[in-house]
């Protein structure tokens, strides 16, 4: 192919822009229809989907809560029978946790990063794809087993030996223990692609040390997936195996270990509520950076407190296990590492607070998201360090003392700076502005209704409410307190509806957004509201850590990209250097259909062991039918191709 | 917002081996996971190893060592063809990627076939006790991850058979194809030191 033949594919001064736009417009759609709704691999319609999802999922995690707050409200009520409210408290841990927490941050961060990037898709888009419906498969599993009377009932984390063959007969277990591998296969399989477009697909001239620190807390995050993960899988898998096969991992008669189901647990568990919690301070930094109109104090302290948060995360399991009487000297080792999380946590909170001070704020409803997270955050962080120390760790252990410390935790710590983040990403998803009076009003009812819900909470616990009660006599001096709890169940409720309201009546009432309402520096912002199929007509060139604040008049970019073919830019790790114009995937159905096998695979483990050997055929067939390419893409990439060795000469 | 054109990428090449890849990043993403996987199922090991009194639990004889041994020297052997398939693959020689990888799926299937006979010689069930369930456990988790490579190796070398002129960037996938190999093999050492010698040092 000549040079003249192939510079009319490319964008650049000889292409006319809107013949650039067109032809992109035209490379990056997908089918119409139903069809292309289910063979999509853009990023964007994936990560819509997958935050709708996630909050479906949350909704209904959230009525399992409302359930019980109502039993709870007085004593001695018959609402809900014991066999019930197990369901409904495991139930509800595990769809928060799995279902909601780590997969909502997920599907922001497929939505965001790449965009943030300035790249026009995520990487191996079909393996998110994959996820998306891995995910929706086992979520919906997981609740229509609960509808048919088998949903989990051993509490989030399904201690052996209750949760072991002898004291657990039935399936309700093994739907517990397969929706952790749906939904770790899926977060697995994301990590693995937020980690790669924030390696290799940033825009040039984004070295690290300009990378903004939303992106450095997703890439924290996606290497603690990596590394958390595969313990949770090995102790659902274990539990499966000495439930369904005969295995004794978890048998103590037959040298297994039970305590050993705790530790592969929290391996996972604790490093769990990091993967929850920095996608959000990531969060926090870009809504404090465009809302205090300068950018965040401190940046490299931020970095390294993200990153030690990451890596100190993973000494604390034990914490969970102070009860279990393990050796002094070990819970003293976890007792300082759990102490000592709060120094970057500190770090952060403190960069956040003089970039406020030394800002000139702009009290938005993201922002007011911002400030709930840190007044409920600290709380949480204080109790936190509390129950770090065993004599009072041993004292409030499986009391309502715990339920308020990480409801503060969570939902203060990841939940409050999510419902920011939605609100400020809003105009760029859909190119509205949400409602900022419903917002308010939003943020007031959920600040007040969490703080009523969960505060008495603490002093239910310290006068020896224990956790995991359906019920409780009159006369203990709690009467009072659960009223008010649930109370403020209703009013967060009620909080949690207006903000979504407001978004649902704004996606047809709002204000056009324009590219950049906040006036926020990342570049996310540089392209239209909502985004166009391939994202940016030209990849963005960034010279500095807020590009969008140093390039006021126009914004530099690059050009040579393919207009005719689905292609993004890889650069190098550290600097972002452009290094390779890399082929990106079309549309396919074998995504679904892979996902498809694979929860057939996993459902017919729970009912036969055989169900692992003949379902891997199917898989086998899907994933045969993912790799090998079409005729057209074959051909594609043979007119087109460009070896390394020819770079040189070529530029 | 205004744009301005700085610089020009049409030069780049449309592929390149080794950490400009993003498929050798994704490769190295999955092989951080279950690598994790292993370290964590080898932890669980010797945790179980300290809960009982003598190791392998009371009368058990170790597992025996002809099989295994024979395994590892295959699996070894196997680095050859492997390296040829990288080699060849990062000059574009289609006749070279096809003999390596082919050495690789035959080797592949003798190994797997041994495998087979491994699971022979454990002298114990995976529903005997935790101790035969640790063993089972981490041979049929090596096993899953040969029998993966094996089979993503033959479809490659199919995909290749079937194509007298694959385009280059086909040959970035038999390069990274090679390297999970080399994962699956020296994943392997640790666990046969496991499986086969620690019994046999108590």
């Known amino acids: 192919m000549s040079a003249s033949e192939a510079s009319d594919l490319r964008d650049g001064p000889a292409l006319d822009e809107a013949v650039t736009r067109a032809r992109l417009e035209h490379t990056w759609r997908r089918p119409e229809g139903l069809w292309g709704w289910l063979v999509t691999v853009d990023h964007k319609e994936i990560g819509r989907r997958y935050i709708a999802t996630a909050l479906g999922f949350f909704a209904l995690s959230g009525l399992l809560a409302l359930t019980m707050r109502l039993q709870l409200a007085l004593p001695e009520s018959h609402l809900v029978g014991p066999d019930l409210y197990g369901q409904l408290f495991s139930m509800h841990g595990s769809a928060m946790m799995f279902l909601f927490a780590v997969p909502v941050m997920e599907a922001v961060a497929i939505y965001v990063v790449p965009l943030m990037c300035g790249t026009r898709n995520i990487a191996f888009p079909r393996l998110v794809a994959f996820s998306y419906w891995i995910y929706l498969c086992g979520g919906l599993f997981f609740f229509i087993s609960f509808a048919g009377n088998t949903g989990a009932d051993r509490g989030w984390f399904a201690y052996v030996p209750l949760s072991g063959p002898e004291y657990s007969p039935g399936k309700r277990v093994d739907t517990w223990a397969q929706m952790i591998t749906f939904t770790e296969v899926a977060a697995l399989a994301v990590s693995v692609a937020l980690i790669v477009t924030i390696l290799k697909q940033r825009a040039p001239g984004m070295s690290l040390d300009r990378m903004p620190l939303y992106l450095w807390a997703i890439l924290v995050t996606s290497f603690m997936v990596l590394f958390a993960m595969p313990a949770v899988m090995l102790a659902s898998s274990f539990l499966i195996m000495d439930r369904l096969i005969d295995t004794h991992f978890f048998n103590q008669a037959e040298g297994g270990s039970a305590l050993l189901f705790q530790h592969l647990f929290w391996f996972f568990g604790h490093p769990e509520v990091y993967i929850i919690f920095i996608p959000a301070l990531g969060f926090v930094s870009s809504i404090v950076a465009t809302f205090a109109r300068r950018p965040v104090f401190g940046h490299l302290p931020m970095v390294l407190a993200l990153i030690a948060t990451g890596i100190l995360g993973f000494g604390l399991w034990v914490h969970h296990m102070f009860a279990t009487g393990l050796p002094r000297l070990g819970n003293g080792f976890f007792t300082a590492a759990s102490i000592m999380i709060a120094i970057p946590s500190g770090v952060q909170i403190f960069c956040w607070l003089a970039t406020l001070w030394d800002g000139r704020p702009v009290f938005k409803t993201p922002l007011l998201y911002v400030l709930g997270f840190v007044f409920i955050f600290v709380l949480g962080g204080l109790t936190g360090v509390m129950v770090a120390s065993v004599p009072l760790d041993l004292q409030v252990h499986d009391t309502y003392f715990v339920v308020a410390h990480f409801h503060y935790v969570l939902i203060g710590g990841a939940v409050f700076p999510l419902l920011g983040a939605l609100h400020y990403h809003f105009p760029k998803i859909t190119g509205r502005m949400p409602g900022e009076r419903l917002g308010r009003l939003g943020f007031l009812l959920t600040f007040v209704g969490f703080n009523l819900a969960f505060f008495p909470m603490h002093i239910l616990g310290l006068s020896g409410m224990p956790r995991r009660v359906y019920t409780y006599p009159s006369g203990l001096g709690w009467d009072g307190m659960n009223l008010l709890a649930t109370i403020g169940a209703f009013t967060l409720a009620a909080g949690f509806l207006v903000f979504f309201l407001n978004l649902l009546l704004s996606l047809r009432r709002g204000a056009p957004a324009g590219d950049n309402p906040w006036g926020a520096s990342t570049l996310e912002w540089a392209t239209s509201s909502p985004p166009p199929v391939h994202a940016f007509a030209h990849v963005p060139l960034v010279r500095s850590r807020e590009p969008l604040w140093e390039e006021r008049e126009s914004l530099p970019v690059v050009t040579g990209l393919r207009v005719d073919a689905r292609e993004v830019l890889v650069t190098a790790t550290v600097t972002a250097e452009p290094r390779v114009r890399e082929p990106s995937p079309e549309p396919a159905i074998w995504p679904l259909l892979t996902a498809l096998a694979t929860t057939g695979l996993f459902i017919g483990s729970i009912y036969t062991p055989w169900a692992v050997v003949w379902g891997t055929v199917p898989v086998a067939v899907t994933l045969i039918g993912w790799f090998w390419p079409t005729k057209r893409e074959q051909r594609k990439e043979k007119a087109t191709e460009h070896a390394p060795g020819l770079a040189e000469a070529g530029a | ?202």
């Open chain 2, 1 to 202: 917002m205004r744009q301005r054109f700085v610089h020009d990428v049409s030069g780049l090449p449309d592929h390149d081996f080794g950490s400009d890849s993003i498929v050798w990043w994704g490769t190295l993403g999955f092989v951080a996971i279950e690598g994790m996987g292993f370290v964590l199922a080898v932890a669980v090991y010797f945790y179980l190893m300290r809960e009982v009194p003598s190791w392998p639990p009371g009368s058990i004889a170790p597992p025996g060592l002809i099989y295994g041994s024979l395994f590892t020297g295959v699996l070894l052997v196997s680095a050859l063809p492997n390296h040829w398939a990288k080699r060849a693959a990062e000059r574009y020689r289609r006749r070279g990627s096809l003999l390596g990888m082919g050495g690789v799926v035959l080797l592949g299937i003798g190994l797997l076939v041994l495998r087979g006979f491994e699971f022979t010689v454990l002298h114990v069930r995976w529903d005997t006790n935790a101790y035969g369930s640790i063993v089972w456990t981490l041979l049929g988790l090596h096993t899953l991850h040969l029998g993966t490579d094996v089979a993503d190796t033959a479809v490659l070398l199919a995909l290749f058979l079937t194509d007298r002129d694959p385009p280059q960037r086909r040959y970035t996938d038999v390069s990274e194809n090679a390297d999970y190999w080399w994962f699956v093999l020296l994943a392997w050492l640790p666990i046969f030191a496991v499986v086969y010698l620690v019994p046999r040092l108590g």
